[in-house]
């Protein structure tokens, strides 16, 4: 079946706009995760959703980083009056409900603002 | 001190070499243990998944978790040119859909043919 889809798979914007970056989770995956890995780093936790509602937003760096999934299934990660410090690579993974399920990322959106 | 330090690389071997590739963490919490592969603009691609200390094998690939010395490796024997790629060890203290997973910075492997 389809994998993770995450669109645009690069963005680039000007400092001070506003973004919006969408996650297709592998269908019937309840949890959705969102990470977001910078240049020679590894991914860092941003935020995670069980269902509709966001379980754990401990990694949001700022209030300027919002996301959404409405609807239990597609997510959404909003970035407001982006600044270039938020260039980077962010992903988005999915895993089924309970038990030793890993992880299955999608190939991420490269953001870069200029 | 970040809570979970990898090797640096990068790190240049010859096809049929056998790799080792380590990751030391700080936090005992951790129960979970993965190593994930990512190849040039892709996302991680899990290969290997431990939960206790020991060893546990699938194919070339081999995952060694020794938790009383907080460190993992993962073994790659007779590497091919494909094994080129970033290697991420992750750890997470909780299992299943509700893990939120604490990443290595990540190692660039290249197997030159």
């Known amino acids: 079946g389809a994998g993770v889809s995450q669109t645009p798979s690069n963005k680039v914007t000007e400092k001070g706009k506003y973004v919006e970056l969408r996650c297709d989770p592998i269908?019937?995956?309840?949890?959705l995760y969102w990470y977001r890995q910078s240049l020679g780093q590894g991914p860092e936790f941003l935020i995670y959703f069980q269902g509709t509602g966001a379980a754990d937003d401990s990694g949001l760096p700022n209030d300027r980083f919002f996301a959404v999934r409405p609807e239990g299934s597609v997510s959404t990660l909003k970035i407001q009056r982006t600044e270039r410090g938020d260039s980077a690579m962010y992903l988005c993974?999915?895993?089924?409900?309970?038990?030793?399920?890993?992880?299955?990322f999608g190939n991420g959106t490269r953001l870069t603002v200029t | 001190q970040k809570e979970v330090e990898q090797d640096p690389g990068p790190l240049s071997v010859p096809e049929g070499a056998i790799v080792s590739l380590n990751c030391t963490y700080s936090?005992?919490?951790?129960?979970?243990f993965m190593w994930y592969r990512q190849y040039s603009r892709k996302g991680p691609e899990l290969l290997m998944y431990?939960?206790?200390?020991g060893n546990k094998e699938d194919g070339r690939f081999t995952a060694q978790v020794d938790k009383s010395s907080k460190y993992i490796s993962l073994f790659i024997r007779d590497s091919q040119p494909s094994d080129s790629a970033t290697y991420l060890c992750?750890?997470?203290?909780?299992?299943?859909?509700?893990?939120?997973?604490?990443f290595g910075k990540g190692i660039t492997l290249s197997v030159r043919p």
């Open positions: 936090n005992s919490a951790f129960q979970y």
């Open positions: 431990t939960y206790s200390s």
């Open positions: 993974a999915s895993s089924p409900t309970g038990g030793n399920s890993p992880l299955h």
């Open positions: 992750a750890m997470s203290a909780v299992a299943g859909a509700n893990s939120k997973l604490t």
């Open positions: 269908s019937g995956h309840t949890a």
